[in-house]
């Protein structure tokens, strides 16, 4: 199977361990979209600033350069792909991207992201995250997953649909 796919949500949905699951069982490459950041969006994230739309900008630009490279081969990306209007801006590059939107309560993703130790987004943006979240809506044909899940099982809802 030669899929695009987003996997999407906010930081500390499990992206980073549910999308490498996915790639594998689509036999594709699997790409964690925090490897695009720009050193600037690190460094402004580690301070525990949110980054705004024109931080955000380079950064998509770079993943929709990455998955339109992978067209006709398949691969997937993580991405928290917070708006609409990044979403629109990646599929403006890969009109066939699928989008797999791992979502969760707060608290649930708040608790994960303070346990997780050695990255960059520290839990103190979770609340900005959520507040900047445009969930995709129906005409997205998003695969909508909840996070209290196992990454295994998501892994396997998500393949399920897709396939």
Known sequence: MTALVLV???????KSTVGPLIA???????????DFHPPA???????GEPLDDSDRAPWLDAIGAHLAAHRGRGCVVTCSALKRAYRDRLRAV??????VFLRGDQD???????ARAGHFMPASLVASQFATLEAPDAEEGA????????????????LDQLR
Do not use: C, Y
């Open 108 to 114: 649930l993703v708040a608790a994960r992201q303070a």
């Open 41 to 47: 969006n690190v460094a402004k994230m580690s301070r």
């Open 143 to 158: 695969i909508v997953l909840d996070v209290a899940a196992t990454p295994r099982a998501l892994a396997e809802a998500a």
């Open 8 to 14: 999407m949500g906010v930081s500390g949905a499990g």
């Open 24 to 34: 594998a069982g689509l036999g594709v490459g699997f790409d964690d979209a925090d």
């Open 94 to 99: 890969a009109p066939d991207l699928r989008l």
